[in-house]
């Protein structure tokens, strides 16, 4: 049974450019979380999806966009990318009727602005 | 949320017990406290969850005081490959929606030979 999966491991863009990274959420999951992590911090939660919406935001800008397809996986973008933006970004995925407190991550990107 | 408040490191040695303590003195009535634990460049894993008393699995045990206000984690024995950053988390649990966890800095636990 395959985990979350993340892809690419590993990214670098220059500011100003655009990037997509995409997550496989574990099997039978159906609801994306995705999370910044910079260097010596605790993953900031980003956004959250489940039935293809955005259900919950965190304190991102509108920068920070992202998409669940039919199958559950999900993509994040961040547009008009900073410096500040280079950071670990996690990708967890759970089942939305749980009532428990696990969720599952995945390994994450690490992207790196110039 | 309930702010948490827990040791930013801890230092220990192949073969010791280590005890992480978490304060959380707001807790709420509903609020459950969880654990995670993070190796560098991997995500978090999910290692055990409590309301009070004690509760344990194969990897740690969680113990919760009477009123609530702290929990600490128990490791037994660690060896080296349990060095990492811990993370204590309290909220309450998913109603109508996945549970969403809510990271503070954690506490980076240094195993030493």
């Known amino acids: ?114 | 949320l309930a702010k948490t408040t827990q040791p930013i490191s801890m230092d220990s040695y192949e073969g010791q017990e280590v005890n992480i303590t978490c304060s959380h003195n707001n807790i709420a009535t509903n609020d459950y406290i969880t654990w995670y634990q993070q190796f560098p460049s991997q995500g978090p894993r999910f290692i055990i969850q409590g309301y009070k008393t004690k509760v344990t699995n194969e990897v740690a045990s969680l113990f919760i005081p009477a009123d609530r206000k702290s929990s600490t984690l128990s490791l037994p024995r660690v060896s080296l490959s349990d060095t990492a950053v811990y993370y204590c988390l309290v909220g309450e649990l998913p109603t109508g929606g996945s549970y969403i966890p809510t990271f503070g800095r954690g506490t980076s636990l240094i195993v030493h030979p």
Not at chain 1, 14 to 31: A, E, F, I, N, Y
Not at chain 1, 70 to 99: F, H, I, K, M, Q
């Open chain 1, 1 to 114: 049974d395959a985990g979350v999966t993340q892809s690419p491991t590993h990214l670098i863009k220059t500011r100003g450019q655009q990037v997509t990274l995409r997550c496989s959420p574990k099997s039978g999951h159906d609801t994306v979380s995705w999370y910044q992590q910079a260097l010596g911090q605790g993953p900031q939660f980003i956004f959250q999806y489940y039935e293809e919406e955005e259900r919950q935001r965190g304190n991102f800008p509108d920068r920070f966009s992202g998409h669940q397809f039919p199958n559950y996986s999900s993509e994040l973008n961040v547009n008009a990318l900073l410096l500040g933006d280079s950071a670990l970004y996690l990708c967890a995925s759970s089942l939305r009727t749980s009532v428990n407190t696990e969720a599952f991550f995945g390994q994450g990107t690490r992207l790196t602005v110039v």
